[in-house]
């Protein structure tokens, strides 16, 4: 793949029925909506899907009803939140038989104060049992939730160890001290994508390669500037800021709730809750500066 320009995906919320199921056909009209607004590619089971929530059933049913909808392989990124390598590998192996264009794959998160050698030898062990089938794996830099944070270092060993197989990277970190240097030091061979909208911009500028973020699953078309052409949006910026002081995936989903009409969409597994409506009300202000138009959905 090496660093190709990625583009935007978004980050796809999971939407829930009543009783807690996946709710497949909501999934694949949201889906398809959000690549028809301007993302090159749908992520599925990230963090903003509550990937670490769905078991490995849910996700083939999910893989499987995507493709019948017709959202080919080269549009469909997997994610990966595992702690065991056997999860791990039946996840990315998931991926791969939709001919995934890619897997974003996080550090196993259980354990913590682990330095990056052991971090090494999780990604490397994961690999040799993949073998041959080992392909384009990014690695999911999200210290917030797994409190595992790569260094630079890191990331340089684990692409000049797996050429080919290293991917890229999908920051999420929220840090731009970290983030500029990796640009500076990987991004000519990498695909480094930056999952916080506010430094989005910036980092195309320096080589970065576009983004996986939770925002496209509510205004794709005002991303994708940012993503492919290094634009600024201050109003970007401000509605990442408001949701920051909330819990960010239920405040996702409340917002997608308000803009489909579909109240469903608040839904999420435990141990998350919902977010009433009010405490949305300041996001809700923001996006209505960026989208002029609500989503297509069915009030339910």
């Known amino acids: 793949m090496d660093s190709e320009r990625f583009g935007l995906s978004v ?22 909506w959000c690549l028809a607004e301007g993302c090159g590619r749908v992520t599925l089971f990230g963090t903003t899907g509550e990937g670490s929530s769905i078991g490995d059933q849910e996700r083939e049913a999910v893989w499987e009803a995507v493709a019948r909808a017709g959202i080919a392989g080269p549009r469909l990124v997997g994610g990966v939140l595992a702690s065991t390598l056997d999860s791990a590998e039946r996840q990315v192996m998931q991926a791969y038989e939709q001919d995934a264009h890619a897997v974003l794959v996080a550090p196993p998160f259980y354990f913590k104060g682990v330095d990056d050698e052991g971090v090494f030898r999780w990604y490397a062990r994961l690999i040799e049992r993949l073998g041959a089938r080992a392909r384009d794996l990014f690695l999911y830099n999200i210290p917030s939730l797994t409190a595992v944070a790569f260094s630079v270092p890191l990331v340089t060993r684990l692409a000049d160890a797996f050429p080919g197989v290293v991917a890229g990277v999908k ?14 030091a990987e991004a000519h061979r990498l695909a480094i994508l930056v999952g916080d909208e506010r ?11 576009g983004s996986i973020c939770g925002l496209a699953n509510l205004c794709p078309a005002a991303l994708l500037p940012l993503a492919t052409d ?3 949006d201050p109003r970007i910026n401000r509605l990442v800021d408001e949701i920051g002081q909330l819990p960010v995936i239920p405040a996702v989903k409340a917002l997608i709730a308000r803009q489909t009409g579909s109240r469903a969409w608040a839904e999420v597994r ?25 989503l297509p959905g069915v009030a339910a």
């Open 11 to 32: 980050a796809l919320a999971t939407p829930f029925s009543a009783d807690g199921e996946v709710d497949v056909a909501r999934l694949v009209a949201h889906a398809s």
């Open 199 to 209: 430094h989005l911009a910036g980092a195309v500028r320096l080589g970065g390669a």
């Open 230 to 232: 290094g634009q600024d």
């Open 171 to 184: 920051d999420s970190s929220c840090d731009w001290a970290f983030t500029q240097p990796l640009l500076v």
């Open 270 to 294: 435990p141990p998350l809750l919902p977010l009433a409506a009010e405490r949305i009300a300041r996001a809700a202000g923001h996006l209505d500066e960026i989208v002029a138009k609500p």
